[in-house]
């Protein structure tokens, strides 16, 4: 299994390290045991941001090196450290009801994950649920990992203009301000996902966030190792040009079950939050077709059970149609 370390880019006192593993743990966007900590450190910030991971970058110098000292502080840092480790230990309803149910793994794919305004790769209700989807199953203990996009601009925000004019602005979401971690490789480098798409090959970067008991991976294009068209391909939650959503949907749905078979995942059922992700259950195929030598009819048959489809807009405008002409560059 690889694995993953932090992208705070900052030293801490001594005996306050654990404050990282507390404030990259989204747990804290739906339990509010360690508000207190984060309110002592710096009053303002968290009035203004209710965001650990940025109090965390921005909190002064002087102002750890004074928590360092803070016997109080760090004696309830350990306490709610406790806590916290005893949170993820627990099994769970699913653990506890249903522990001899041999279920491995549920991948459950999505374009957007609602979890916090301090990740924000989401712009409505199909987010919203897919983040309380990945809270939920860490609260029973149900085994599911979220398999989604990390992106750079992310949704529009609204804004007026001094004219009074509707406007649309896209922040640039600066992944080292972000509550995630670059997932590793056994040798050590950053892992990364080959895609081939039509005349190039593409790679995907592995981003982790933690969801309590949960691991929520993003993949994202943003790498100086691609071209300046492809390094974009990630760039905006649902792009307006089909062949950007194309490619978008390709790297959901291939990217994502190469991305689960290197870290070596055995996932028996995946969860597809709308038909973003429909590329999964031809890479899933694909892949039994590698492994038992049948011809991929079969295989196809074979994985049908294991794949579940949500749909929360059941009108023909909110699905994707793409042209045989378009679609035949990225099928040879």
């Known amino acids: 299994m690889a694995t993953s370390s932090y992208f705070l880019n900052r030293p801490l006192p001594a005996g306050l390290e654990g404050l990282a593993d507390l404030a990259l743990d989204l747990r804290w966007t739906w339990s509010h045991f360690s508000d207190r900590l984060w ?21 002064s110098k002087a102002r750890l090196e004074e928590a360092g000292k803070d016997h109080d502080l760090k004696r309830d840092l350990q306490a709610w450290l406790k806590q916290h480790q005893e949170y993820l230990n627990e099994p769970g309803w699913f653990g506890e009801t ?21 990740l924000p790769i989401y712009s409505g209700g199909l987010g919203i649920l897919a983040g309380d989807h990945l809270k939920t ?27 009074s004019w509707q406007a649309e602005a896209f922040p640039y979401n600066d992944p080292i301000s972000l509550p ?43 790498d100086p190792v691609n071209g300046p ?46 038909g973003h992700a429909a590329f999964v259950i031809l890479a899933r195929a694909r892949s039994f077709m590698m492994r038992s030598g049948l011809s991929f009819s079969q295989p196809l048959l074979a994985t049908r059970a294991g794949n579940v489809f949500t749909t929360h807009t059941p009108v023909e405008a909110a699905f994707d149609r793409y042209t045989p002409n378009l679609l035949r560059p990225y099928a040879q």
């Not at 149900?142 to 609204?158: C, E, K, S």
């Not at 080959?194 to 995907?204: E, N, S, Y």
């Not at 949907?249 to 290197?262: A, D, F, K, N, Q």
């Open 180 to 222: 995630v971690m670059p997932v590793q490789n056994p040798d050590g480098g950053w892992l990364r996902i080959k895609l081939q798409l039509p005349g190039r090959t593409l790679l995907v970067r592995v981003w982790q966030a933690k969801v309590g008991k949960i691991r929520l991976y993003l993949l994202d294009s943003n």
């Open 98 to 118: 249903h522990a001899g149910a041999g279920l491995n793994g549920v991948a459950y794919f999505s374009m957007e994950f609602g979890l916090s305004e301090a």
């Open 137 to 163: 199953a860490s609260d029973l203990g149900v085994p599911i990992l979220g398999v989604g996009l990390l992106y750079q601009q992310g949704y529009f925000r609204q804004i007026l203009s001094p004219e």
């Open 39 to 59: 309110e002592r450190l710096d009053p303002e910030a968290w009035e203004q941001t209710g965001n650990p991971y940025f109090i965390l970058q921005s909190v």
């Open 229 to 274: 068209r492809d390094r974009s391909v990630t760039a905006n939650l649902y792009p307006a040009g089909q062949e950007q959503r194309l490619m978008q949907e390709i790297v959901l749905g291939i990217g994502g079950w190469r991305m689960l078979e290197e870290l070596g995942y055995e996932v028996e059922v995946c969860h597809l939050n709308e």
